[in-house]
């Protein structure tokens, strides 16, 4: 009996893992991106619109959330990838408005795309959170594709993006 338990807690371990590092993924096709306004942490005006044609990746996440940073070299190198095929990754930080905790995140990562200040007005317009970090593909067409609560897979996401380019 114990050598069946003591082989089950890795399993049960890994499991777990995967689990927590994978998050769930839910599609929701149920309209069209909402336009929102927001500064960057260098004061600009950044626009994420409906009538917007590139390929964008609408990414939430706050400065204490581990898998949020685990994400941010995936996200990086999509970016790199894809952004001159037509496709942006757009972060939105929902837990530092003056930037004193998401600045040197973003300088210790080298961060390559547009960096947001949210809050829970921009939350809502996307339908809420229940998680961080949960990302929204939208497509050329302005439209919600796909919503992924959790970490999101390099290769699932970059043939995600692949289909809308």
Not at 64 to 91: H, S
Request: net charge neutral; hydrophobic share 40%; proline share 5%.
């Amino acid at each position: 009996m114990k050598t069946r338990l003591f082989t089950a807690i890795p399993v049960l371990f890994l499991l777990m893992s995967v689990l927590l590092t994978t998050g769930c993924h839910q599609e929701k096709r149920a309209g069209e991106v909402p336009l929102v306004a927001l500064k960057t942490y260098s004061g600009e005006t950044y626009t994420v619109s409906p009538k917007d044609t590139l390929v964008t990746l609408v990414v939430f996440w706050a400065t204490w959330c581990g898998p949020c940073k685990m994400e941010m070299p995936i996200l990086m190198a999509l970016q790199d990838m894809y952004g001159k095929r037509g496709f942006r990754v757009v972060g939105i930080n929902i837990d530092d408005p003056d930037g004193s905790k998401a600045r040197p995140i973003m300088e210790y990562y080298h961060i390559n795309y547009p960096m947001l200040i949210g809050g829970q007005e921009t939350i809502s317009k996307f339908g809420g959170l229940t998680g961080i970090p949960t990302s929204f593909l939208v497509g050329r067409d302005g439209m919600l594709k796909k919503r992924t609560e959790g970490v999101a897979l390099g290769d699932q996401l970059e043939q995600e993006i692949l289909a809308q380019l």
